[in-house]
Nanobody, 119 residues
Framework: VQLQAFGGGSVQPGGSLRLSCVVSGTFYRVNDMAWYRQAPGNQRELVASITRAGDINYAESVKGRFTVSRENPKNTVYLQMNNLKPEDTADYYC??????????????WGQGTEVTVSS
């Protein structure tokens, strides 16, 4: 199983980016998916999560600016980030909870994708 994240980059404050993360490999089903971020010197923190049914949770710091979504048939989760602020600068990681087999559940991380917000 692999999680591959795309879409990071450098933007000015107020700009937008869209991150994508695709789960590939052999597995039974993807359950919860989430985005985390880690800034230099800080702990990794939850940005947004979405269940398979579409229940969503956001960190307070991104509410109203970020939107998480997913396409279950594509095993893909997205993070639309608008009105970006310098404090959003971090490495962003996707996370997925999978049924690898019918009776075997595992949690996986993707590689980080860097987001830099600077003027």
């Amino acid at each position: 199983v692999q999680l591959q994240a795309f879409g990071g980059g450098s933007v000015q404050p107020g700009g937008s980016l869209r991150l994508s993360c695709v789960v590939s490999g052999t597995f039974y089903r993807v359950n919860d998916m989430a985005w985390y971020r880690q800034a230099p010197g800080n702990q990794r923190e939850l940005v947004a999560s979405i269940t398979r049914a579409g229940d969503i949770n956001y960190a307070e710091s991104v509410k109203g600016r970020f939107t998480v979504s997913r396409e279950n048939p594509k095993n893909t989760v997205y993070l639309q980030m608008n009105n970006l602020k310098p404090e959003d600068t971090a490495d962003y990681y996707c996370n997925a909870d999978l049924w690898v087999q019918v009776d075997l559940r595992r949690n996986y991380w993707g590689q980080g994708t860097e987001v830099t917000v600077s003027s």
